[in-house]
């Protein structure tokens, strides 16, 4: 029954129109992070990386590398986006998008992480069998129908990313529109929109706004009575976070999603009239099902299971971002920290502060003045870094952070050698002192 309901073919409209508009979404992203300035501000200028711990392998290009990294990458969306050698296209961009996304986590955002895992889910859709240079040159491969899987697994990795998403902000800052003031305040100077951005009711309708709009809006896309007006209001709410977060092409990939909720018929009349419609639901069990089955099965289980794993790691999740990662916990809250690094002479007993300045970028040093992963990253950096003069160090840090606009807290037991700790990404590390 269940392979019946799988394996179902359904129109591929809606696949290929989207694999049209995701390759060129991944150009643009590409190409934009070049003429931004994104790639010099975060992977050429400064002298230190903090990647994603265990990645420390992937390490940036030396000299222009970088700009010439990101071109290529760009030159991989085209060829999505056209389809040409789409297999090989579509894999390159997920191994290059990922090695660079894992090199850094200054510029660390769920919206990158997303693009990651769609990337990843595309090289497994054949999102190529119609209006690609590849169905061109092999007329073999053409094909008006996909298995109904491939519209489900898209679908399903959304209401993942959205429930998360809404859960999440159920936390007295958010519900009292405390931190959405806050991030409001700082919007204080956009043109025309500035004042408007500060009413206090206009908090209330984006914070609860929020909560109903990642909860429902998949829901709403799939019940056809409510669909169109499901539409409209993503259509407002992508574009206010386009405008106001100025966030990249994420909310109009974000838009791009609901071509697999309105029917096929409809994506097929509206983008590829030339195209034949297909409706006759044929069952094709592939050779591959229980492979392809058992990925998917883990790939969930991980989806579902990660997001998760703060609740099992001791304190609030806001306080230590122990579980904070990968786990669709966006613009939830504001941070800021006072940090001291102290270096001390393990021969000498000699102690000097830190000039964060000579190592790090200021983007860094925001980094790693309120993240506990990256402190104990540079920490470790600063202690190779005597090693290497001949010097045995230790390293302490004297830390207190702010969320959300409240009183300083101390954060950093300033006692403990971190330099010396392990870090367990599952547990947490007895040297962030407890919230309370």
Request: hydrophobic share 45%.
């Amino acid at each position: 029954m269940l392979n019946n309901w799988l394996f179902k073919h359904i129109d591929n409209s809606a696949l290929i129109v989207f694999r049209i508009i995701f390759g060129l979404l991944c150009f643009l992203e590409s190409v934009g992070a070049i003429f931004t300035g994104w790639i010099k501000r975060t992977l050429v200028d400064p002298s230190f990386t903090f990647n994603f711990i265990g990645f420390e392998f992937l390490q940036p290009l030396p000299g222009n590398g970088m700009y010439y990294y990101y071109a290529v990458m760009g030159m991989f969306g085209l060829l999505v986006m056209v389809g040409y050698k789409y297999r090989l296209s579509i894999l390159a961009f997920t191994l290059m998008w990922s090695a660079t996304y894992l090199m850094q986590k200054s510029s660390y955002n769920n919206h990158y992480y997303l693009l990651m895992l769609l990337s990843s889910i595309m090289v497994f859709l054949p999102a190529n069998t119609y209006a690609s240079v590849d169905a061109k040159l092999n007329p073999s491969i053409t094909s008006y129908s996909m298995p109904q899987w491939c519209r489900w697994v898209i679908i399903l990795q959304l209401f993942i990313v959205y429930t998360y998403a809404s859960i999440a902000k159920l936390y007295p800052d958010w519900l009292d529109t405390t931190f959405i003031e806050l991030l409001m305040r700082g919007k204080k100077d956009y043109w025309l929109v500035g004042e408007f951005l500060q009413q206090k009711w206009l908090h209330h309708v984006l914070a609860y706004g929020g909560i109903l709009f990642d909860g429902l809006i998949i829901p709403l896309l799939l019940f056809k009575p409510t669909r169109k007006y499901a539409f409209v209001i993503s259509i407002f709410f992508h574009l206010f976070n386009s405008i106001i977060f100025q966030i990249g092409i994420f909310p109009y990939l974000s838009l791009s999603f609901s071509l697999f909720f309105f029917s096929s018929e409809k994506i097929q009349k509206l983008f590829l009239k030339k195209k034949p419609f297909y409706n006759s639901e044929a069952v094709i069990i592939p050779k591959l099902k229980t492979p392809l089955l058992i990925v998917f099965i883990v790939y969930f289980i991980i989806q579902i299971g990660l997001p998760l794993r703060h609740h099992f790691i001791e304190d609030n999740v806001l306080w230590t971002e122990e579980g904070h990662r990968l786990s669709w916990r966006m613009m939830l809250r504001s941070k800021s920290g006072k940090t001291k690094y102290w270096i001390e002479n393990k021969e000498t007993g000699q102690r000097h502060v830190v000039n964060l300045s000579g190592y790090l970028s200021k983007k860094q040093i925001r980094t790693a003045s309120t993240k506990p992963d990256v402190m104990w990253q540079f920490a470790k950096h600063l202690k190779q870094k005597f090693k290497a003069d001949g010097v045995d160090v230790a390293v302490y840090v004297e830390s207190k952070v702010s969320i959300n606009g409240k009183p300083y807290k101390t954060f950093i037991n300033p006692a403990i050698d971190i330099a010396n700790e392990e870090w367990d990404v599952f547990k947490h590390s007895d040297w962030i002192l407890p919230l309370k």
